[in-house]
C-alpha cells in the first residue's frame, strides 16, 4: 500500500468513530505513519484531504451508476436512482454526512458527478416529453429533495420512523417534475396549462442532444434561452 492509499485508510478509519471537525492531520499522519508534509503534498491541505476520502467511499456508487444501462423509461430510471441513493446514504452513514460536511471548502468530485449523472437522466425525460420544467431546474430539485431527506434521516431518525418516507417524498416531487408518457390529463384545464412548457422542455433537450446544423451557435444559444424561459412557465 502506498503512502496515498495509508493516508486515506487512516483517515477512512478515524472519520468512521468521530465527526470530520474532531479529527487531526496529526492524527491522521500518527495512524498511516506518515509525515504531515507527506500529506500535505498529497492532498493540499485537511480539505483536500476529506474531499478524497469522500471519492474514494463513493467510487463503488457512482461505478455502479456509471454501469447501468437506460431503461426504455426514464421516469422508471428516476424512481430507481433516488432510492440507490438512499440505500447508499443509509448503509454508509459517515461517508455521506462528510460528503455534505461544511469541512468541505472544496466540491467534492463524486458529488459533481452525481449531479451530472442526474441530469443526463432529465434531459431523456424532457426529450421524451416527461419533464414539465427545464432539466437544470428538475436536478436541483431532485438532488435537494433526495439530499435532504437523506440526511435527516441519519441525523434524526427518530422523526422519521415512517418506512416509507422516502418513497413517498420521492413520488410526491417527481408527481409534480414528471407526466405520463401518454398524459391522461390532455382534455383538461391542467394539462393546456402545462402544454406549452413541455412543449419547449422537450424541444430544447432534444436541440442539446443534437445540434441543428440550421442555426449558428449564437442562434442556437438563443434559442435554448428562449426555450428555457418557457419551459419554466
Not at 430510471?77 to 459517515?94: I, K, Q, T, V
Request: charged share 25%; net charge negative; proline share 7%.
Amino acid at each position: 500500500m502506498d503512502a496515498r492509499e495509508k493516508i486515506l485508510e487512516a483517515a477512512t478509519e478515524l472519520l468512521a468513530e468521530a465527526p470530520a471537525a474532531d479529527v487531526s492531520t496529526r492524527a491522521v499522519c500518527e495512524k498511516a505513519g506518515v509525515g504531515a508534509p507527506m500529506l500535505y503534498r498529497l492532498f493540499g491541505d485537511k480539505a483536500g484531504l476529506l474531499a478524497a476520502v469522500v471519492d474514494r467511499g463513493f467510487e463503488e456508487y457512482l461505478a455502479s451508476k456509471r454501469a447501468a444501462r437506460p431503461s426504455g423509461d426514464p421516469v422508471a430510471d428516476l424512481r430507481s436512482g433516488w432510492d440507490n441513493h438512499m440505500r447508499f446514504a443509509l448503509e454508509h452513514p459517515n461517508h455521506y454526512r462528510l460528503m455534505y460536511s461544511p469541512e468541505l471548502t472544496v466540491p467534492p468530485a463524486a458529488a459533481q458527478e452525481a449531479h451530472a449523472l442526474l441530469l443526463e437522466i432529465l434531459e431523456r425525460c424532457a426529450a421524451a416529453g416527461r419533464l414539465t420544467v427545464p432539466p437544470a431546474l428538475a436536478t436541483r430539485m431532485i438532488m435537494s429533495a433526495n439530499v435532504g431527506a437523506a440526511l435527516s434521516m441519519l441525523t434524526r431518525p427518530e422523526q422519521y420512523p415512517d418506512p416509507r418516507f422516502s418513497e413517498r417524498l420521492r413520488d410526491a416531487l417527481l408527481g409534480t417534475l414528471t407526466r405520463p408518457a401518454e398524459s391522461e390529463q390532455a382534455g383538461e384545464q391542467d394539462g393546456r396549462d402545462r402544454a406549452v412548457p413541455v412543449a419547449a422542455a422537450t424541444l430544447a433537450a432534444r436541440l442539446r442532444a443534437e445540434q441543428s446544423p440550421v442555426f449558428t451557435p449564437a442562434e442556437s444559444a438563443l434559442l435554448e434561452q428562449w426555450l428555457d424561459k418557457l419551459s419554466a412557465g
